[in-house]
Each structure stands twice: as C-alpha cells, then as structure tokens.
C-alpha cells in the first residue's frame, strides 16, 4: 500500500514539473519598485531619458516593439505559451486569432501617479495594449499606449479639510499622451505625467521579462 501510495505522489509532483506555470499579471507594487530602483524618484529626468525609445506616433501615443526568441519552438508552440501569458489578462483579452496565431490583451494599472488638487485627488493610469504574434522560434510583442486614464476623486484639499470627501470616483477621462509628452512641462501636473510616463516604460520592461521567462 505504502508503495502504491508513494508511486501515486511521484506521478502527480512530475506531472506538475511538467505543466506550464500559470503566469500572474504585473502589479503596481511590481512596477513601482521596478522604477524606483532604476530612476530613483527622478522621474523628469527619467522621462526625458526615455523619451528617444519611445517616440510618439502619428495617433498621438507610442509602440514599443521587440521580437523575443523561442528556439526550438514551432509556431504552435509559441502561440500556446503566449496564450498561457494572455490568461493572466483573461479579463481583457480583446481578441485571440488562431489562424494567425495573434493575441491582443489589455493590461490595466490603476494610479501609477497621483497629485491632490484642491477638490480632487487625480490619478493616472495605464491601459496599454499588449499584441502577440507567434511565429516559428519567436514571438513578435506590441505594446502600444495611448493616452492617460484619469480618474478623480473628491479628496482634495479642501473636501479633506472638512471632512466631506466620499472617495467615490468620478467618470474616468482620457488625456492624450501627445498633449503631455514626455511630461506636461507647462500645464497640470508635470511630475506626475513624468512619473506615469516612466512606470508606462518599467512596465514595458516586466512584461518583456514575463515573456523571456516563459520559454
């Protein structure tokens, strides 16, 4: 019985070595521990240092694009991985393509920045949209960002001082990325575009790192 018993664990911890590690989204704790270590905080600094990577596009936002290698691997194969990574985004998966073995995903980080104003707390989030294309040996990986969502809050200054902010939030808006590229020098909250605009790059960076690990 004891050897039964044991047989039956062997086969259950090597049919789990074997599948595909469920992969997990990227968090904002990801992404702001990721920035911080490489800008420091200094996030106009950081934002005009990445500005020459990624440049704008003529719909007012920007692509970044990498092709990644998956030797040894057939078309198939890397359309079954990708796939594995587009079920952490299972709740905006925008469109899966068998045939051309294309996946599109949207990612979503809530107030990668905020700033207080005087009746609103306004944070900034990312909604990129993430392209996969599998071919043999490699994937081809779009990341396109387009514009800020803003979502305001009644916790400003003021509705603080008196004690009347619900913290409810108000319909989002969007803010174009051209209008505030790298960061918004001249007009509403410079450094947090500068900041929003430097975790939109860190968070490039995690999901390449998500991609590269699964091979």
């Known amino acids: 019985m004891r050897n039964i018993l044991f047989s039956i664990l062997l086969c259950v911890f090597a049919w789990l070595a074997i599948m595909p590690a469920q992969a997990e989204p990227v968090t904002l704790d990801r992404v702001n521990t990721y920035a911080k270590q490489q800008y420091r905080n200094r996030w106009k600094e950081a934002a ?9 596009n003529d719909e007012g936002g920007y692509t970044y694009s990498a092709t990644l290698s998956y030797p040894g691997k057939n078309a198939d194969q890397v359309y079954a991985r990708l796939q594995t990574l587009a079920a952490a985004y299972t709740d905006s998966v925008l469109s899966m393509d068998e045939a051309g073995r294309t996946l599109t995903a949207q990612c979503y980080l809530f107030s990668v920045a905020n700033q207080v104003g005087g009746f609103y707390r306004f944070h900034l989030c990312l909604r990129p949209i993430l ?14 960002l387009q514009y800020y969502e803003i979502v305001k809050t009644d916790k400003g200054v003021v509705n603080m001082l008196f004690h009347t902010a619900s913290g409810a939030p108000l319909p989002a808006e969007q803010w174009l ?9 001249r007009g509403k909250m410079p ?7 430097t975790k939109s790059y860190a968070l490039i960076q995690l999901l390449l790192e ?3 690990e699964a091979k």
């Open 210 to 212: 998500q991609l590269r």
């Open 191 to 197: 450094l947090a575009t500068a900041e929003a605009f």
């Open 131 to 144: 392209t996969f294309r599998a071919a043999d040996n490699e994937a081809q990986v779009e990341i396109s």
């Open 48 to 56: 005009l240092s990445i500005r020459p990577v990624l440049r704008l």
């Open 177 to 185: 990325l051209a209008d505030r590229y790298p960061y918004n020098e």
